[in-house]
Every structure is written in C-alpha cells, then in structure tokens.
C-alpha cells in the first residue's frame, strides 16, 4: 500500500487558498500512483479559531464534496487531515476518510480537545471512536493530542485496527514528543502508524513537519523531512499479523487487572 503523506503549510483563515493547494498535492499524489493520501489537521483554516463563525465548513459540506470529487477523480482514498466545521452552533475538528469509490468511510470529531491552543474555548468534544475499512484493511484515525491518550489509541487496536492515521498540527517546540509517542504508540499496539504534521508559521507557533510512518515493530521507514512537500512510504500490511502473532500482547494482556 503506498501512502502519501502531504506535509503542507496552511495559510491562516483562508480557506479557498488551502482547498487550491490541496487539490494540487492530491493530483500530484495521485499521479505517483499513491493508494492513500493524507493531509494535515485543520487544513482549511489552521487556528483562526476566532473567524470560525464566518469560516468554518457547516456540516463540512464543502470539504466532503471536494474529497468526494477527488477520491473519485483518481480512484484513490483520501485520509482528508482534519478541517474547523460548524454543526448546528456548534464547531468541531472534524476529520474525514473518503475511499476510492467517493464514499465516506470516516467522519470523526476529535476526542482530546488542546487546552494550549485554546480548542476548549471554541469547540466541542468528539464523542465517538474512529474505525474504518480502506482496500479490506481495518483502519482508525485521531488527531493530533488524542495520541497523548494511549488507551484511546488501543481502544481502536483492540478493535482490529491495523493502521492507525494520525493528523496533526504539532508545535516544533514539543516534536521531540511527538516521535516517541507515536514510535510507542506502534511499537506497543503493533500497528502501523501513519502521521501528518503541517510546516510553517502561524500566529502563535512554528510547525516543522517529521511527518512519520512507523512500522509495528517500531521502524521508522520516514521521518526526517522538515519542508513542504508529498512523502512517500509503501506499508506491508502483512507484517501486522506477523508482530502480533511473534510477541502476543493482545492475547497476554491482563483483561481480568485492567
Ligand atoms: O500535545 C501536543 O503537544 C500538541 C497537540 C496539538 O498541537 C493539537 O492537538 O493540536
């Protein structure tokens, strides 16, 4: 399975300049012959919480029928990062997984709302799990601090997830967090972990990327880009049921203590 990760810089409160830039990477993707493309968090506005009322996607309309579009288009599935949507009067960090039939397989609010960056303030909590089929593979996605919340992550593992999508807008200054938590996040659910991060510089922080796909042994087979661009892995999904079957923490794990 190749994936393609699009790290990209996002342009703060300017949706229509973001959707451009999304349909480019994901027509240069797709031309790579990419089978799953991922996007970033909050790509259509990044933080301007406080334009969400005149910019936020309602009920992520927009955003869905450009993925729809898209994944159609190229026959091609589509992890499509996280956008700011309005729901009735409420808003969300809402992510969306569209397959290579143009249906949505995913439609997931985040869980674990980013008290630094103010999500407690402007939005709401997610109240539901995240797990998807994409080409027969059982799949889940977070976003971002959910992966701070390992129980979250094997919740979705136990469940028979094989590849976990991580979407993030993840400070520099904490990136030395964000490789060790996602390298223990597959190393201790043996799965594939495929994450990320946007670059650039918004109001309040600066973004570097190390966008990261880990192996479920632990391997890091990307990792190390810090510019805007689409990164390339190929997963051996098979290597899942290997790992799990070699060391057997799913079976050993102590149901009856915790
Ligand atoms: O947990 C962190 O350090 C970063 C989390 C974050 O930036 C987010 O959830 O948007």
Same mark, same amino acid.
Request: proline content about 5%; glycine content about 16%; hydrophobic content about 45%.
């Given at each position: 399975m190749k994936i393609a990760c699009i790290q990209m810089d996002i342009a703060f409160g300017e949706p229509e300049k973001n959707r451009d830039k999304v349909i480019k990477f994901t027509e240069e993707a797709a031309h790579s012959k990419a089978d799953v493309i991922v996007f970033p968090e909050?790509?259509? +506005?990044?933080?301007a919480l406080d334009q969400m009322d005149q910019l936020a996607d309602r009920n992520g309309e927009k955003t869905k029928q450009l993925l729809i579009k898209l994944a159609k288009n190229y026959q091609v599935n589509i992890i499509g990062g996280s956008v700011a949507t309005k729901k009735g009067n409420q808003f969300y960090n809402t992510m969306y997984g569209v397959n290579r039939k143009g249906e949505i397989v995913s439609d997931y609010d985040k869980v674990h709302l980013f008290q630094l960056m103010d999500e407690h303030l402007y939005l709401e909590k997610g109240q539901s799990l995240n797990i998807f089929e994409m080409d027969n593979i059982c799949c889940g996605g977070v976003i971002c601090?959910? +992966?701070?919340?390992p129980e979250w992550i094997r919740t979705h593992c136990i469940k028979g997830t094989k590849i976990i999508f991580v979407v993030a807008q993840w400070p520099k200054k904490r990136i030395d967090h964000w490789q060790l938590l996602l390298r223990a996040r597959a190393i201790e659910n043996q799965c594939f972990v495929v994450a990320v991060n946007r670059v650039g510089i918004d109001p309040n922080n600066e973004f570097n990327g190390h966008s990261m796909v880990i192996s479920?042994?632990?391997?890091?087979?990307?990792?190390n880009e810090t510019k805007e661009g689409v990164f390339y892995t190929n997963l051996e999904i098979e290597e899942v049921d290997l790992i799990r079957q070699s060391i057997p923490v799913f079976q050993d794990r102590r149901k009856d203590l915790y």
């Open positions: 909050m790509w259509n +506005i990044g933080y601090y959910d +992966i701070r919340f479920p042994w632990g391997k890091l087979l990307m990792g």
